[in-house]
């Protein structure tokens, strides 16, 4: 796809300059302007918004940042956030980082060079001046404007779900506890199985993508033998865990029980189904979404952090 920056340098011109020329706004010489037709035509470039935006300092795009579009939750969340966004005339730009540090650096600077109007991330960032952002799924805990879920009640839910079993030995796998989710959500756990401490232990994992899911899960096997719980921090995980179990012949409940978290679409499609926790995917996309048009038209104040409820989705996995 030719870019604006193709254009400049097949004319021979600064970025600038074609973007006055494009947009008619601003002086440009008729020789220079004659160059970047010229180079225009070559190309069969068309203008689009970013382009425009370049010179306007403004875009209708927002940048969406996603850790791996591979684990079911993360579509429905970007379809959320996409078509609010539709709505009020906006655009999703969408970045999947692969849980990649250096490509999450390489997105945000892709974003700032392309003017994108906010950024909607579910991966921890700095600040950044001039640009709205609002956090979901994993932030720091922190003065920003974020979406989440109640993972507290999320936990505390599961661990009143796991005192009504027969169990001896628990595995609690959570997620990186510098993460606000992660933390608030074994806070809830470790609050309902008060009294239980001698029953369980936490694993802390640092990464869910697709490749890592399978690493913990055999880790699991190979580390845990003697555990009959396994609660797992999201359903994606649990699901893995559970199909490598029927595969070794273990019997789902009776030998291991397993407890997911986010009640994505597949976790009712297994046998047994998923006992799980469902979060409003979509609907955190969505109000992630609203409250950045909000930021964009001018709504000033206090930084916000909207909690949306989660709830109980029974299945045949726990005994």
Do not use: W
């Not at 010489?29 to 203008?47: C, F, M, Q, S």
């Not at 505390?156 to 009504?164: D, Q, Y």
Request: hydrophobic share 40%.
């Amino acid at each position: 796809m030719v870019t604006i920056k193709d254009v400049a340098k097949k004319a021979g011109v600064s970025v600038a300059s074609v973007s006055r020329y494009i947009n008619k706004n601003g002086y440009v010489r008729n020789e220079t302007g004659e160059k970047i037709a010229e180079a225009i035509d070559e190309l069969n470039y068309v203008p689009n918004e970013v382009a425009r935006s370049l010179f306007q300092k403004k875009s209708k795009i927002i940048g969406v940042l996603l850790p791996d579009i591979a684990n079911p939750y993360f579509p429905l969340l970007a379809k959320g956030i996409e078509e609010t966004l539709i709505k009020n005339g906006y655009m999703m730009l969408l970045a999947n980082t692969s849980d990649s540090k250096e490509q999450l650096q390489q997105y945000i600077t892709t974003f700032i060079q392309n003017n994108v109007s906010g950024i909607i991330t579910a991966l921890p960032i700095e600040p950044l001046t001039d640009i709205s952002v609002v956090g979901i799924d994993r932030v720091y805990a922190g003065d920003f404007n974020k979406v989440l879920p109640d993972d507290y009640l999320g936990g505390k839910i599961i661990g009143e779900e796991i005192l009504k079993t027969n169990f001896e030995n628990i595995l609690i796998i959570t997620g990186d506890l510098a993460f606000q989710s992660a933390k608030k959500r074994l806070k809830g756990l470790k609050d309902a199985l008060k009294g239980q401490t001698d029953h369980y232990q936490v694993f802390e994992t640092s990464s869910f993508n697709v490749n890592e899911v399978d690493k913990i899960s055999d880790t699991f096997f190979k580390e845990y033998e003697n555990v009959d719980t396994v609660i797992a921090s999201n359903d994606y995980l649990a699901l893995k865990i559970m199909q490598k179990a029927q595969q070794k012949g273990l019997s789902i409940p009776k030998d291991l029980q397993i407890m997911g978290y986010d009640g994505i679409p597949f976790s009712e499609m297994t046998y047994p189904k998923l006992t799980t926790i469902k979060q409003p995917v979509y609907e955190i996309g969505e109000t992630a979404a609203s409250l950045m048009i909000q930021l964009l038209a001018g709504a000033a104040g206090e930084k916000q952090e909207k909690i949306l409820p989660v709830i109980l989705q029974k299945g045949e996995s726990l005994r």
